[in-house]
T-cell receptor
């Protein structure tokens, strides 16, 4: 069965610094999607970045980038130039290729930004 | 509307009572999804509507949970005989048909249900 593990319950970073959140997963599938979602206190799940497993190139969205290591089943999120608005819970999620809405979620990492 | 709207934002109810949670999706989104998020976990899938019909209700935990979407827009999640274990944030999401999580899929801010 697929699993997603976030080993860091909480991380803190100084404003303007860089932080990396870890995520590992287990699957026997070769095609799938991976996501990082942000959940601020407002509770809305907001997509940060997505990665299609068939793409070798790491996804990048402005200050957010991933290090996707398919063989190692690792999918870490790097946040550059951290801002106070980045403070939130961050969830890593695995989506099956043949499902639009079934996901396996990690337990989340709480990111604290120190001013 | 501009986003997915969920009401109420917070609901406290007594054990054994009946509750209704409402989700108003983005206008034009034909697909609607309900998830349940327990403390310290990611969202767990409950049910998926395509139009007015439930296309997949395999995530509903038991027959105390029921959801409707009579006109293909607003959906209501109904929980009978609530139990303390039902306490969670109930999230709704919507999308255009054919898109999935991560592609034009929008979550609401959820309803925090507390059963005392």
């Amino acid at each position: 069965a697929q699993t997603v593990t976030q080993s860091q319950p909480e991380m803190s970073v100084q404003e303007a610094e860089t932080v990396t959140l870890s995520c590992t997963y287990d699957t026997s599938e070769s095609d799938y999607y991976l996501f990082w979602y942000k959940q601020p206190p407002s509770r809305q799940m907001i997509l940060v970045i997505r990665q299609e497993a068939y793409k070798q190139q790491n996804a990048t969205e402005n200050r957010f980038s991933v290090n996707f290591q398919k063989a190692a089943k690792s999918f870490s999120l790097k946040i550059s130039d951290s801002q106070l608005g980045d403070a939130a819970m961050y969830f890593c999620a695995y989506r099956f290729m043949d499902s639009n809405y079934q996901l396996i979620w990690g337990a989340g990492t709480k990111l604290i930004i120190k001013p | 509307g501009a986003g997915v709207s969920q009401t109420p934002s917070n609901k406290v109810t007594e054990k054994g009572k009946y509750v209704e949670l409402r989700c108003d999706p983005i206008s034009g989104h034909t697909a609607l999804y309900w998830y349940r998020q327990s403390l310290g976990q990611g969202p767990e899938f409950l049910i998926y509507f395509q139009g007015t019909g439930a296309a997949d209700d395999s995530g509903l935990p038991n027959d105390r949970f029921f959801a409707v979407r009579p006109e293909g827009s607003v959906s209501t999640l109904k929980i009978q005989r609530t139990e303390r274990g039902d306490s969670a944030v109930y999230l709704c999401a919507s999308s255009l048909t054919g898109t999935g999580v991560g592609y034009g899929y929008t979550f609401g801010s959820g309803t925090r249900l507390t059963v005392v």
